[in-house]
């Protein structure tokens, strides 16, 4: 995997796995007519990855020096993806906070988004980190 295409997963792929998350999580649950749900995606989409630009590209800075002074090489892919995990939860939590609540955090919605995007970090931790790998 290239650079430029590890770069482009760690600024995309975040905001459409939690949009795909919350998407499940609404169809499984049964809370949202499958209709609404169907038509409300693509512009959750869109609100998602507006709200989410500024952690998305902290998150793929503090990834990209991870990657760039050796370290995936030296601790390894559970580090990597721990790293981005823990990134990704923060990520979350960024986004929740202007995003989602407009100003600081009511109520407990802040956990949901904190795991999903501890999920979310974790799962492309893997995907990039995997990918250096074989790279390399």
Known sequence: MSTNQRIFVELSAPPFLAVMWMTAAS????????????????????????????????????????????LRTRFGLFCTAGLSSLLGAGAGFLAVTIGIRGGPLIGEDWRDYTLIGAVVGLLVGLYVGRKQTSAA
């Open 27 to 70: 169809l499984v649950n049964g809370s949202e007519p499958i209709l609404l749900v169907l038509v409300a995606w693509f512009p959750m989409l869109i609100y998602a990855y507006v709200i989410s630009f500024i952690p998305s590209l902290i998150y793929t800075l503090v990834m990209e020096v991870w990657f760039r002074s050796g």
